[in-house]
């Protein structure tokens, strides 16, 4: 009864690292989504998958890449880390791209880019 | 192209009192909505939803939200405000055969 689980909850990288952010969901949901939430401007999409081995840009993905190897596991990388990138990161996964049942996020990751 | 506007960033009400958040969208479509809580340093949890069923939706926790076409609103209310609803609520627009389109977000305080 796991639902979303996004690993690790607190990160501190400095500028230039790179680091990679999992996504875990037991659901067996086709659909999965990567956000970043800063203040005053809601969620923005990163990128998203709509099935295992497919991934696709979204609003905001430069300076990011993801994975879909597994349809359970959705995998964001930092390549260079930027203080632009400190956020707080959404995973989200939906059964039928939202229409009906909407989304379902894990609890967050914080990420702190110094 | 469809979007999601919530007209307050932060309302502020007294423990027991009306709670009023409010939300227009744009669409060219009949969308879903969709209103989301956040609490401090959690995650996004679903509170209701309008999929083109009843217009006046519940959800959990006491909430509801009226679906207008005519004034493309979706505006969130409770009767009666209690200290556990502080948080910051998100209004969700989902376009037809497109992703969701979240608002700023609207933080909540309840005062006691």
């Known amino acids: 009864n796991a639902g979303v689980t996004q690993t690790p909850k607190f990160r501190v990288l400095k500028t230039g690292q790179s680091m990679t952010l999992l996504c875990a969901q037991d659901?067996?949901?086709?659909?999965m989504y990567w956000y970043r939430q800063d203040p005053g401007m809601g969620l923005r999409l990163i990128h998203y998958?709509?099935?295992?081995?497919?991934?696709a840009k979204g609003e905001v993905p430069d300076g990011y890449n993801v994975s879909r190897l597994k349809k359970q596991n959705f995998l964001l990388g930092l390549e260079s880390a930027a203080p632009s990138q400190t956020s707080v990161y959404f995973c989200?996964?939906?059964?039928?791209?939202?229409?009906?049942?909407?989304?379902?996020f894990g609890s967050g990751t914080r990420l702190t880019v110094v | 192209a469809q979007s999601v506007t919530q007209l307050d960033s932060h309302v502020s009400v007294s423990e027991g009192t009306p709670v009023l958040l409010r939300c227009n969208y744009s669409?060219?479509?009949?969308?879903?909505l969709f209103w989301y809580v956040q609490h401090p340093n959690k995650g996004l949890q679903l509170l209701l939803k309008?999929?083109?069923?009843?217009?006046l939706v519940k959800g959990i926790n006491g909430f509801e939200a009226e679906f207008k076409k005519s004034e493309t609103s979706f505006h969130l209310t409770k009767p009666s405000a209690h200290m556990s609803d502080a948080a910051e609520y998100f209004c969700?627009?989902?376009?037809?055969?497109?992703?969701?389109?979240f608002g700023a977000g609207t933080r909540l305080t309840v005062k006691p």
């Open positions: 989200a996964s939906s059964y039928d791209r939202g229409r009906w049942y909407g989304y379902t």
């Open positions: 659901m067996n949901h086709e659909y």
């Open positions: 998958s709509v099935g295992e081995g497919t991934t």
């Open positions: 669409s060219s479509y009949s969308p879903s």
């Open positions: 309008y999929t083109s069923a009843a217009t």
């Open positions: 969700v627009v989902r376009p037809n055969n497109n992703d969701m389109r």
